[in-house]
């Protein structure tokens, strides 16, 4: 479905932040504070610059830590997958949107991008649809 190897800037520096100067001016513990989003457009992943989905009954959908797998630490590429799929309310009346990407935020609303992937072919969303990600379909990958 997704898979996002693009980490933004501001994740970036926070996780550098974390690791060697023992979490300055990094941010608290994520875990169950994580939003997946759907955006119609993105000018620049590593800025998290984006236009985020505003067809009627969507909303960012939280995912906790314990809906996500993380593959084993010998592997090259370390990986994170949903665990569970992931759904999207029906579209409303309000015309056809074009979902381009899939995003991971800091929030419910505004907050801070901290992945951004494309998806492996747009899906238009139309009045009625339904937009899900299956289990294990969206893949964070760091290498």
Do not use: C
């Not at 693009?6 to 690791?19: D, M």
């Not at 929030?107 to 899906?123: C, M, R, T």
């Amino acid at each position: 479905m997704a898979t996002s190897n693009a980490a933004t800037t501001y994740l970036e520096y926070r996780l550098l932040s974390y690791v060697f100067k023992n979490n300055a001016e990094s941010f608290s513990t994520p875990g169950d504070a994580l939003w997946v989003g759907l955006a119609t457009a993105v000018s620049d992943a590593e800025a998290g610059s984006l236009t985020e989905a505003t067809y009627t009954n969507y909303t960012r959908k939280q995912v906790t830590a314990a809906n996500w797998t993380i593959s084993s630490s010998s592997t090259d590429a370390a990986t994170v997958r949903n665990t569970n799929n992931i759904e999207w309310s029906a579209s409303g009346t309000d015309g056809t949107q074009t979902i381009t990407h899939v995003f991971i935020a800091s929030a419910s609303s505004s907050g801070n991008i901290y992945f951004v992937g494309a998806l492996d072919a747009s899906k238009a969303i139309a009045e009625g649809d339904i937009f899900r990600i299956n289990a294990t379909n969206l893949v964070v990958e760091m290498k």
